[in-house]
Nanobody
Framework: QVQLVESGGGLVPAGGSLRLSCAASGRTFSGYAMGWFRQAPGKEREFVTA????????YYGDSVKGRFTISRDNARNTVYLQMTALKPEDTAVYYC????????????????WGQGTQVTVSS
């Protein structure tokens, strides 16, 4: 069982930066691929980024490539999402998710989810 707790959301002006954190419980954090997804009001959940267990491989959604960076610290059981050059269309609830073993880009592959953290980008 893995429990995930996101933090770091908030209100930021367009062009600004924000870093989200996701703290995970459990002793085998490195055995889990981690992903970030987001959902804006009235829209479907969207893949943002994902990273492999040891951090050697990462993937990004087209809308965030070049602006967002995912990283992880397995010693701290934490995954991060550094967001820069934020746009109003980045406004959403951001969810951290974990899946055992290999990284995937679709939400239904992830077994564990956090409660989400709101990110609001003002224009």
């Amino acid at each position: 069982q893995v429990q995930l707790v996101e933090s770091g959301g908030g209100l930021v002006p367009a062009g600004g930066s924000l870093r989200l954190s996701c703290a995970a419980s459990g002793r085998t954090f490195s055995g889990y691929a981690m992903g970030w997804f987001r959902q804006a009001p009235g829209k479907e959940r969207e893949f943002v980024t994902a990273i492999s267990g040891y951090g050697g491989t990462s993937y990004y959604g087209d809308s965030v490539k070049g602006r967002f960076t995912i990283s992880r610290d397995n010693a701290r059981n934490t995954v991060y999402l550094q967001m820069t050059a934020l746009k109003p269309e980045d406004t959403a609830v951001y969810y951290c998710a974990a899946k055992y073993s290999t990284v995937r880009l679709t939400g239904h592959d992830y077994q564990y989810w956090g409660q989400g953290t709101q990110v609001t980008v003002s224009s």
